[in-house]
């Protein structure tokens, strides 16, 4: 018997081994990665300094003038920019259930500060042109294209606030068109960190902190590893910048990718490599956003109005995060935020302007998708929520107008009257307002892709396959994960079998030893009997 | 009683090999259905894919040799004295009752036995392994190293081979019981190790033989 348990003991022992060294677990150098590595740590070198050319050795008394020197040499590069998005504000494109459509800041609402329309003067700090005070901007203007937002490499450049996307009145023009060069992290993040009116708002994953962070934050943009810019990634062939944010944009294309430098199968483990079919790389390498500073989470504007003597405040939260504002309401933020995750397939869907609410909450932008669409695959999402204002008898958003230089120009964040807002900012939108407002829930769906986490950080495994409710992806429904899914009457109707069969063997052995004691107690007697017979 | 060569040793080696991979292919494969938690889902997921390789090509052996052997013919379903030894375990051995039928080594299976191993070869075991491998190939990488995914559907997959192994595990618990029922609790395990069993040469033998 000892000799029995030992052989299938080293039997079983040996499937072990073989099973272990069959298994290729350990890590081999990557060359692909190394490659990449080695691309782009060799960063760019402009072939002309701008500080040494005569046309720049001058006084610009407007910024326009910089713009019209650019174009003396640069000659057709204005009009690249004139027909890219950051200038338009908007892209024409065709929409699921929509048809062919434009959307952009001109049309489309979101749940932060609202919309642009009827608020020019201040959100055009963010466009790249100068001099945007109404709806009635000259697009076709070459003179107005603001170069040195994006190509100024002395950090002097700043647009004014509430100056209709004109550079601050104290910024050397000179010294700024000597040191134009390719764009660096903080060109596009002067406005794509401080969207919504503060660094973090909006994206959760683009950020101050991008400037100079560690790898554990982001391994591509970190000062102590690749220290990649933004346009590495986002490169801007003829200005169109590659790259979709889904807040505004609306189609498959053009997209930046993972793939595009890392490829469709960069892991040595395929098991992981195929996973790519349905989950995004962003799913497993972005285990948490805002890993430095917080993001907004919710902003309630039915809050908003609330005065102190009269006087508009502001409240802040023990981690020094706003609470409430009156001019904005109230909001909540969070920092190491778990994303949720969603099926996506690239296309999206906007509220416009003048959009009938079909839903509530009403979710500000679509993102398209579904297990079943070859194209979809699960990414990461920050949900921002809140409350806004909407016309409860045409059951539309509104778009209020909010800022204004002084009171008594219907602006609420002056006024602190949504009536004579709403009317003012509906009027210039061209749509009707009923005279009823209330508050609507709203939803918008952010895609997470920046804020890269080292490999050994990345979500494991078992943080999806798991049955617990705390499952990365406990709530998204409509197929099979193993781990996390199974059939609960093949489970039942399977335990029932296994621990029947169990216990069935249990009483049968019972019986046996019970029957052969007795059976030994009547051979012992029959033997001693036997053995006692010959004396 | 006589000393009987009843396992070759490649049947010996394939029997245990196979058992110890089923074993660690339910223990492993549990894990991944979530049924608990020991190695963690990762090792879990791919030890079971590694062991089921090691299976797969034990099987193709073992069918390879069930063929030129002709040991296949072991596993001829026969309903005679089916039910006598279905009885004899059900009764009959608590009656201290002989078993109804002689192990020979032509014909080592009791009629219970071919028709449970045979349910195992050919029901229990394709089930399993072959929806085990279509789970596997659900997903492929393409020669453009474009990850494809197959139509069937997964849920149908995992449902057979979740069953296939609910049902492998309860002919373990079975079969395991069961071959404590040879003349001493221990000496079919023993003869399954060695090759050698004790078996009893009387003149019924040669009647036996011709059953099949
Ligand atoms: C050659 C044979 C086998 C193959 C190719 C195979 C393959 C697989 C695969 C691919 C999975 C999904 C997990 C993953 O993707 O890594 C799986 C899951 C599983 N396997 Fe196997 N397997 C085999 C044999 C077995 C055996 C013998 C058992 C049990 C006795 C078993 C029990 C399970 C269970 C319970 C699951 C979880 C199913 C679920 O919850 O979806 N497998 N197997």
């Known amino acids: 018997m000892k000799k029995t348990i030992t052989v299938i003991i080293l039997l079983s022992i040996a499937v072990l081994v073989l099973i272990n060294i069959l298994n290729t677990e350990e890590e081999y150098y990557n060359l692909k990665l190394e490659e990449l590595k080695q691309e782009y740590a060799i960063k760019p070198v402009s072939s002309i300094n701008h500080s040494l050319l005569p046309e720049l050795q001058r006084e610009f008394s407007t910024p326009q003038e910089v713009t019209e020197t650019c174009i003396s040499c640069h000659t057709e590069r204005h009009k690249e920019v004139m027909n890219s998005a950051h200038w338009n504000w908007e892209r024409v494109s065709y929409v699921e259930g929509r048809g062919v459509a434009a959307a952009g800041k001109k049309n489309v609402l979101n749940n932060f500060c609202l919309g642009a329309q009827s608020n020019e003067l201040s959100c055009a700090k963010c466009h790249i042109g100068y001099g945007m005070t109404n709806d009635h901007y000259d697009f076709n203007n070459a003179r107005n294209v603001d170069c040195m937002v994006c190509h100024d490499n002395s950090d002097?450049?700043?647009?004014?606030?509430?100056?209709?996307?004109?550079?601050?009145?104290?910024?050397?023009?000179?010294?700024?068109?000597?040191?134009?060069?390719?764009?660096?992290?903080?060109?596009?993040?002067?406005?794509?960190?401080?969207?919504?009116?503060?660094?973090?708002?909006?994206?959760?994953?683009?950020?101050?902190?991008?400037?100079?962070?560690?790898?554990?934050?982001?391994?591509?943009?970190?000062?102590?590893?690749?220290?990649?810019?933004?346009?590495?990634?986002?490169?801007?062939?003829?200005?169109?910048?590659?790259?979709?944010?889904?807040?505004?944009?609306?189609?498959?294309?053009?997209?930046?990718?993972?793939?595009?430098?890392?490829?469709?199968?960069?892991?040595?483990?395929?098991?992981?490599?195929?996973?790519?079919?349905?989950?995004?790389?962003?799913?497993?390498?972005?285990?948490?956003?805002?890993?430095?500073?917080?993001?907004?989470?919710?902003?309630?504007?039915?809050?908003?109005?609330?005065?102190?003597?009269?006087?508009?405040?502001?409240?802040?939260?023990?981690?020094?995060?706003?609470?409430?504002?009156?001019?904005?309401?109230?909001?909540?933020?969070?920092?190491?935020?778990?994303?949720?995750?969603?099926?996506?397939?690239?296309?999206?869907?906007?509220?416009?302007?003048?959009?009938?609410?079909?839903?509530?909450?009403?979710?500000?932008?679509?993102?398209?998708?579904?297990?079943?669409?070859?194209?979809?695959?699960?990414?990461?999402?920050?949900?921002?929520?809140?409350?806004?204002?909407?016309?409860?008898?045409?059951?539309?958003?509104?778009?209020?107008?909010?800022?204004?230089?002084?009171?008594?120009?219907?602006?609420?964040?002056?006024?602190?009257?949504?009536?004579?807002?709403?009317?003012?900012?509906?009027?210039?939108?061209?749509?009707?307002?009923?005279?009823?407002?209330?508050?609507?829930?709203?939803?918008?769906?952010?895609?997470?892709?920046?804020?890269?986490?080292?490999?050994?950080k990345a979500v494991s495994c078992a943080e999806c396959h798991t049955r617990s409710d705390e499952g990365r992806l406990a709530s998204l429904a409509g197929f099979y994960l193993p781990g996390r899914d199974y059939n609960k009457p093949l489970d039942f109707f399977g335990s029932f079998l296994f621990f029947g069969a169990l216990i069935a063997v249990f009483i049968h052995a019972a019986f046996r030893v019970i029957i052969s004691l007795r059976r030994k107690e009547y051979d012992a007697n029959v033997i001693d009997y036997e053995n006692n017979k010959p004396e | 009683m006589k000393r009987v060569y009843v396992y070759k040793g490649f049947e010996r080696f394939w029997h245990w090999t196979q058992a110890s991979l089923i074993i660690f292919l339910a223990f492993t494969g549990f894990e991944v259905h979530g049924t608990f938690h020991v190695l963690g889902f990762e090792h879990a997921a791919r030890f079971h894919r590694v062991a089921s390789w090691m299976l797969i090509s034990l099987i193709i052996f073992a069918i390879f040799w069930h063929v030129v052997t002709g040991e296949w013919r072991q596993y001829i379903p026969t309903t005679k004295k089916l039910l006598a030894q279905i009885r004899f375990y059900s009764i009959g051995m608590f009656k201290g009752e002989k078993h109804p039928t002689k192990k020979t080594e032509v014909k080592k299976l009791n009629p219970l036995q071919r028709l449970v191993y045979l349910g195992f070869k050919l029901v229990l075991v394709p089930v399993t392994v072959i929806s085990g491998i279509i789970y596997m190939f659900h997903k492929t990488i393409d020669r453009n190293d474009i990850v494809m995914v197959s139509d069937f559907s997964l849920e149908t997959v995992a449902f057979w081979h979740t069953l296939g192994a609910f049902l492998l595990m309860v002919f373990l618990v079975v079969h395991v019981y069961m071959t404590t029922t040879g003349h001493t609790p221990t000496s079919n395990i023993q003869a399954m190790i060695t090759g050698y069993e004790d078996l009893e040469d009387d003149a019924e033998e040669s009647e036996q033989q011709e059953v099949s």
């Open chain 1, 156 to 456: 002097l450049y700043l647009k004014g606030s509430a100056s209709a996307g004109y550079p601050d009145r104290t910024v050397n023009l000179t010294l700024v068109a000597q040191s134009v060069g390719t764009p660096e992290k903080i060109n596009c993040g002067s406005c794509h960190f401080y969207s919504g009116g503060g660094n973090n708002v909006k994206h959760g994953d683009l950020e101050v902190a991008l400037l100079a962070c560690d790898r554990d934050v982001d391994v591509h943009m970190a000062a102590n590893g690749m220290d990649m810019s933004c346009v590495a990634c986002h490169t801007g062939e003829n200005h169109q910048l590659k790259g979709r944010l889904y807040s505004v944009s609306s189609t498959n294309t053009n997209r930046a990718t993972c793939e595009q430098c890392h490829t469709a199968t960069p892991h040595f483990d395929d098991i992981l490599n195929r996973h790519n079919a349905k989950v995004s790389c962003q799913a497993c390498h972005i285990p948490e956003y805002a890993k430095v500073n917080p993001t907004k989470m919710s902003w309630y504007w039915s809050d908003a109005g609330k005065l102190r003597d009269g006087e508009p405040y502001e409240e802040f939260s023990s981690d020094s995060t706003q609470e409430y504002m009156s001019i904005k309401g109230t909001f909540t933020w969070a920092k190491n935020v778990k994303p949720d995750y969603m099926w996506f397939n690239g296309t999206a869907d906007h509220y416009l302007l003048g959009d009938t609410i079909k839903s509530v909450p009403v979710q500000m932008n679509t993102l398209f998708g579904s297990h079943n669409d070859r194209d979809s695959k699960i990414i990461p999402v920050k949900i921002h929520r809140g409350d806004q204002i909407y016309d409860k008898k045409y059951n539309t958003l509104i778009q209020p107008k909010l800022f204004a230089e002084s009171k008594g120009d219907s602006a609420y964040w002056k006024d602190f009257d949504w009536e004579t807002a709403v009317a003012a900012g509906m009027e210039r939108v061209g749509l009707p307002y009923s005279g009823e407002y209330g508050f609507v829930k709203t939803e918008m769906y952010w895609p997470v892709n920046h804020m890269v986490a080292p490999k050994e």
